[in-house]
């Protein structure tokens, strides 16, 4: 159920394989305060020459409905969320890496900090989107060969996902694939095989659906209510 005209700019660096399953989280609906940050002429403007492959034009809008948006509700609150995440992906295309990790890295603060202090220092103690954020930043950590920090991440991103669905779910076995990519490309075989191997078992027997629990909390559509609809 999209809540924009205009595609969401950030599905451009989300992991591949969770773009399939998880692509609605991005264009569900958000809070008020979010969805008047994303409908804002700005933002509109730079997510429409953004889908048309203009990135360099589209960067002066998000820079500018990012900058609206922090004035009228502080560079803290999550309405800000889904311009932060844009302008990352903006910059992520163009190349300009150290940008994209600011806001990327912002966005994770944000959703971090609205967590109650009980539930900070959990692994699992987040909204299931956050595995995107956690990937986007990864892949950006990646392209600047900081694959350490990468690796951190996408370690983090597999915690929340076993926490959240279960060890044997499909959403698990790609966040494993990112992790063995990551590791492959620190030289590290031997720690990737085995986790190959238990993401290419997953695979063998799960179905690559969306869990309902997950589709309940991000305000998406489960298969039943879809079939209830019919």
């Known amino acids: 159920m999209p809540h924009r005209r205009v595609p969401h700019i950030s599905r451009s660096i989300m992991a591949p394989f969770l773009c399939?399953?998880?692509l609605a989280v991005l264009t569900g609906p958000h809070r008020a305060g979010a969805e008047d940050c994303a409908e804002s002429p700005a933002g509109l403007q730079a997510g429409k020459l953004y889908s048309e492959g203009e990135s360099e034009a589209a960067l002066p809008y998000a820079r500018e409905a990012l900058g609206l948006a922090e004035q009228?509700?502080?560079?803290?609150?999550?309405?800000?969320?889904?311009?932060?995440?844009?302008?990352?992906?903006i910059y992520q295309n163009l190349g300009y890496y150290?940008?994209?990790?600011?806001?990327?890295?912002?966005?994770?603060?944000?959703?971090?900090?609205?967590?109650?202090?009980?539930?900070?220092?959990?692994?699992g103690a987040v909204r299931p989107d956050m595995i995107i954020d956690l990937d986007n930043l990864?892949?950006?950590?990646?392209?600047?060969?900081?694959?350490?920090?990468?690796?951190?991440l996408f370690e983090r991103a597999l915690a929340i996902a076993e926490h959240a669905v279960g060890g044997k779910h499909i959403i698990v076995a790609q966040a494993l694939?990112?992790?063995?990519?990551?590791?492959?490309?620190?030289?590290r075989y031997?720690?990737?095989?085995?986790?190959?191997?238990?993401?290419?078992?997953?695979?063998?027997?799960?179905?690559?659906?969306?869990?309902?629990?997950w589709a309940?909390?991000?305000?998406?559509?489960?298969?039943?209510?879809?079939?209830e609809a019919e």
Do not use: H, M
Request: hydrophobic share 40%; charged share 30%; aromatic share 4%.
């Open 190 to 213: 031997d720690e990737a095989s085995p986790l190959l191997t238990r993401a290419a078992q997953i695979e063998a027997v799960e179905a690559n659906d969306i869990p309902a629990e």
């Open 20 to 22: 399939a399953l998880l």
């Open 177 to 187: 694939r990112n992790l063995v990519e990551n590791y492959r490309a620190e030289g």
């Open 216 to 227: 309940e909390e991000l305000g998406l559509t489960s298969p039943e209510s879809d079939d």
């Open 72 to 89: 009228k509700y502080g560079a803290r609150s999550t309405a800000i969320v889904i311009l932060l995440t844009d302008l990352g992906a």
């Open 138 to 152: 990864a892949f950006v950590y990646g392209a600047q060969g900081k694959f350490a920090e990468a690796g951190e």
């Open 98 to 123: 150290a940008k994209a990790e600011k806001q990327l890295k912002r966005v994770i603060d944000i959703k971090q900090a609205a967590l109650s202090p009980e539930e900070e220092n959990k692994p």
